[in-house]
């Protein structure tokens, strides 16, 4: 019909670290396509930073990256299939940076990472898309 | 620090089929979960409605579901690993409703289906952030 009737919400924007998902699983480049898949079971989680033995990040595997070893039938070895460019964002930048950010490079998460590149959680599309039903922020 | 500094916008939250992907590959019930991550790389897509002969939603695949098919050892057909219980949105249905609906469920996307259960669109939490970058949306 033609009434549409848009909701009208003010929203107000806050820090990356308001509302990034703090308890985030990690793995390691040297595991297996299908153990990095378990670990995404088993969290119902669509993304997974890979760090080394410093824990600081150096790549991203997804739900996607695994459907495309399975596409491509390369499942020995993460390093094959992760993400190593990794686009992230800091603790203390403005949502609306990381809003930007997966629109431009068409991605769904942003792993928040310190200045040592330690893993302080990730901001989804699915924290961001919450935003809007939530109304007013503080 | 304590300066949040939230930047405050107003966002009219839209309908359904204004914001909805149009162009949506779909899938059958019979074809191997490898088929199905296949079609999810070559579309760059996260979320498959499955449909039967007439082209009616019977279920959803998505990139995760292939992860838990590699985790599970069960790649042989969609049956397995699919969602039949597929939560859905009409066109012509708010977007604060299919928000709520993807949080209440803990889910990144719902297909848009018409009275038939003929799938017209798919609406993702990636969408939805977008509108938050987008400002006021008349
Ligand atoms: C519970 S979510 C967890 C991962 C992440 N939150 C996401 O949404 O991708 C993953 C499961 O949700 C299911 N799912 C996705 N969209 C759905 C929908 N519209 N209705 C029902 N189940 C859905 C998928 O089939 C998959 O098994």
């Known amino acids: 019909t033609s009434s549409a009737r848009p909701m009208k919400e003010t929203v107000a924007l806050p ?3 308001d509302i990034m998902v703090k308890k985030v699983a990690t793995t390691r ?3 297996s396509v299908d153990d990095a898949a378990r670990t995404i079971i088993k969290d119902r989680f669509n993304h997974l930073p890979v760090v080394d033995d410093e824990k600081r990040l150096i790549g991203i595997i997804t ?4 459907s495309k070893a399975v596409a491509l039938s390369k499942r020995d070895s993460l390093d094959m299939v992760m993400t190593k460019n990794v686009v992230t964002v ?3 930048d ?3 940076l990381a809003v930007r950010l997966l629109e431009k490079h068409n991605i769904s998460a942003l792993p ?7 893993v302080l959680g990730i901001v989804t599309a699915e924290c961001l898309s919450k935003l809007l039903a939530r109304g007013p922020v503080q």
């Open 15 to 17: 820090l990356v670290k």
């Open 29 to 31: 480049a040297g595991v």
């Open 63 to 66: 739900a996607w990256d695994v």
């Open 90 to 92: 800091g603790p203390d």
């Open 94 to 96: 403005p949502v609306d």
């Open 112 to 118: 928040v990472i310190d200045h040592d590149r330690k």
